[in-house]
């Protein structure tokens, strides 16, 4: 079974076929974010690296089996600029069916973001499959939900595991604690806590802290998304380590990388999990 993963990153869909007991003879990954390949390298040093893949045309690669991507999605998000096809970023997407359409490949896999349903309806009918909307939370401690497109089959919302931040946080490791320099402002909600460090009153996300039973928000390659818990009156952030097990990535996976780059490649990647669960539904190879 030869994989090409596009938009490969830290290469979690490397680790999701483990996971999933899928074997596989050759994986080739185009990535150009050096601390993604680095730390993919180190996990899984006979990875087959490509490079841009918006210069595909000039691989020369042999039958390819699987095809996995997460295509860039700020020019998708609700949360971003909201110029969908448009956006350079968002291109790239059709980099993938062109890859998709010249490989032929008998399985494969697109992650994106949630996005306005018009967009949606056009990727369902570009790939000719309906795009599943699944929850990080059903894994793990983490709201993110994401659409899969896929002709891997009977693809659903996979058992929930009930996993909250008080599963995965180490209290007995070292956290960054947060000084709320103006408690009066803190207003409680059902899910978080927002809180007002400069009196701006712009109610910011990287102002806000999830509480010990809770769920933390979607991680991103932004600061701003690195997650805050409330723990015996302190406030602390979340080391990498604890990220890693928001993405269900084994922990200590990005250890070779400096800390920001952690937080930001995990941002970035997927949550594992999820990714391995639907890879089950492939058939079974020898």
Known sequence: MNVLSLFDGMSCGQIALNKAGIRYNNYFASEIDKPSIKVTTHNYPKTIQLGDVTKWQD???????LIIGGSPCQGFSRAGEKLNFADERSKLFFDFVDILKHYKPEYFL??????????????????GVEGVHINSSLVSAQKRER???????????????????????????????????????IKRGKNYAQYDQTLKGHGSQDQRFFYFDGKTNCVTKSRSSIPKVEYKNKILI?????????????????????????????????TVDIIAYIFSGMEARN
């Open 238 to 270: 979340m080391n990498p380590e604890e990220v890693e097990k928001l993405q269900t990535v084994p922990v200590g996976y990005t250890g070779v990388e400096t800390k920001q780059n952690r937080y930001s490649m995990l941002g970035n990647g997927w």
């Open 59 to 65: 691989w020369n690669l042999p039958k390819i089996d």
């Open 147 to 185: 659409v899969y497109w896929s002709n891997i089959k009977n693809i659903s919302n996979p058992k929930d595991k009930n996993i909250f931040i008080s599963d995965i946080f180490d209290v007995n490791t070292r956290h960054n604690e947060i000084k709320i320099h103006f408690p009066e402002t």
């Open 110 to 127: 697109l992650e994106n973001v949630k996005m306005k349903k018009e967009w949606e309806v056009i990727i369902n009918n570009i790939l």
